[in-house]
């Protein structure tokens, strides 16, 4: 349904061509006549439209919304919508707590039921590269479905794709994130951040958690506020910032921006050096880069080529369903008709052999999914040679001492086998692919993007004082009641946060970021030069 069509009172107000002499007057006429008692409140419903999330509109405006297309990748869509909860959901404890920073059982007060291995992964926890192993993953695989068809029209494509690939990439990570940082700026420079600055800074008694994400001045004149921003968007697109990550301090969580936009590049001209070579070749060249960018200590670049050896590796192996129907016509049950003894018996035979083959696999999988998630799940502090690490302890030793950010070794390897066995599931039986491609998980993916850009300013605009607020009603301090009454009112904050969060994604991937989408397009058209037909 149009957003037109949900007010009975719409009129066309489109204008009909005229000289560019008439173009001022009739704006200044358009202008006067939308402020009109009548077209004023036709104006505010599309306004207040706009700003409604799609649950709403779907419940009482019956307006559906667009269906998400359905591609063979779109199980890694929804990963990524649940992982951008987990950023959320992390993102919230760390500023109350240490939960998860450190292993199950360094001391009596890291032995809480939800510090242990793979659970601690559902609430804390980096995740960075779940995001980037997925965009390696995605950046290579149409790109070796193309080279596999060994034609030159094919391989054309190839250079076709990589190419406008490249033009968009930059155009749609910083269009979104210069909007959002624009928009921030302005809420600082204009006094409204100023009532919870204070509050935000109590370290000791507010917030105790393992948070540090101080905000930019107010800056005396516009002039200086706005040059304040533009310097941290200039750093925050600086490929060659000698720095790993740059943490800009109008948004901490966006330094990954940078490290998406280093990911990309070298992976594209990985892509593009290899992109003549033999399938092995290429393959072997993806794991020697692998190993420099390793050896170099780029922990965000190596991640991204892992993904592309999971697509390689996927592409060589054959599609999963195909394999199964292949498996299925090769070993099928018997026919039911009279036949001799020792056909039955043959027969029963070969199952016998099949079987314990399929549950080996079956188990095989389970027992990799865990190792994935325990690897996941290494804490954040598990290396710190001060510190006893229980259950990594011998996982430590194999972890080189000249990593800057030992946390992501493990976390790397367990994003690694995560994405190739959800690669290889079968999508008709898998529970992990119907869990991933469910509508809910669906949805998230769609808004993964608006979550991470907005979840920010949302937070500390006004979410993080929402359990402020709940304790000081209740006449205590958050670290002067029981761990019960603290858990619960966390919660609560936790589900209004989400809820609000949610809202505030969905309306800025329908308003801001789709329009952005539209944008790139039409400066890729205007700039690229048109096929001959």
Request: aromatic share 16%.
């Amino acid at each position: 349904m149009e957003e037109k069509s949900v007010f009975v009172d719409y009129d066309d107000t489109t204008p009909s061509p005229r000289s560019l002499r008439g173009a001022p007057r009739h704006f200044l006429s358009k202008t006067l006549s939308w402020l009109q008692p009548a077209n004023a409140w036709k104006l505010s419903k599309r306004f207040a439209y706009c700003f409604t999330p799609q649950l709403v509109r779907s419940h009482y405006f019956g307006d559906p919304g667009f269906a998400p297309k359905k591609f063979p990748t779109s199980y890694l869509s929804g990963l990524r919508g649940l992982t951008a909860i987990k950023v959320f959901t992390f993102h919230w404890t760390f500023a109350f707590s240490d939960l998860g920073y450190k292993p199950y059982g360094t001391t009596e007060r890291y032995t809480h039921f939800l510090e242990l291995p793979i659970i601690r992964y559902v609430h804390s926890g980096f995740t960075a590269h779940i995001f980037f192993a997925v965009a390696g993953y995605l950046t290579s695989l149409r790109i070796f479905q193309l080279l596999e068809r060994h034609n030159q029209q094919s391989h054309s494509k190839v250079m076709v794709n990589i190419s406008g690939a490249l033009f968009r990439r930059a155009f749609r990570l910083y269009l979104p994130t210069f909007i959002i940082t624009l928009i921030f700026t302005h809420y600082i420079h204009f006094g409204f951040y100023e009532h919870n600055r204070p509050y935000l800074d109590d370290h000791e008694k507010l917030f105790p958690g393992v948070w540090q994400e101080p905000k930019p001045e107010q800056l005396a004149s516009y002039y200086a506020q706005l040059q304040y921003w533009a310097s941290e968007m200039y750093q925050l697109s600086n490929v060659f910032l000698p720095a790993t990550a740059y943490y800009p301090l109008i948004d901490q969580h966006l330094w990954s921006i940078l490290a998406e936009m280093r990911g990309s590049l070298c992976l594209y001209f990985v892509l593009m050096a290899t992109t003549q070579c033999r399938t092995y070749v290429r393959l072997a060249m993806l794991c020697l880069m692998t190993f420099v960018f390793f050896l170099w200590d780029h922990w965000e670049i190596w991640i991204y080529m892992l993904g592309s050896i999971v697509a390689q590796i996927n592409v060589l192996m054959g599609e999963p369903e195909a394999e199964k129907k292949v498996a299925t016509g090769l070993f099928a049950p018997p026919p039911r008709f009279p036949a001799a003894s020792g056909t039955v018996r043959k027969s029963s035979s070969v199952w016998r052999y099949i079987t314990p083959a399929t549950t080996l696999r079956s188990y095989l999988r389970i027992i990799g999914f865990w190792v994935a998630f325990y690897l996941l799940s290494y804490p954040i502090w598990g290396s710190e040679p001060s510190e006893e690490a229980p259950g990594y302890e011998t996982l430590n030793l194999l972890i080189p001492a000249w990593m800057e950010r030992k946390d992501k070794f493990y976390a790397n390897i367990g994003t690694t086998l995560l994405l190739f066995l959800l690669a290889r599931s079968y999508e008709s039986t898998s529970n992990w692919r119907r869990l991933l491609n469910s509508h809910v998980a669906q949805y998230l993916g769609k808004i993964s993007f608006g979550l991470y850009l907005t979840h920010g300013p949302v937070l500390h605009a006004v979410g993080y004082m929402i359990p402020q607020y709940i304790w000081w009603g209740m006449g205590v301090e958050g670290i002067d009641t029981s761990n019960t009454v603290w858990f619960i009112v966390l919660f609560i904050g936790w589900a209004i946060n989400l809820t609000l969060c949610l809202s505030v994604a969905d309306v800025w991937t329908r308003e801001v970021e789709s329009r952005c989408v539209k944008l790139v397009k039409k400066i890729e058209e205007l700039s690229f030069v048109r096929e001959s037909t």
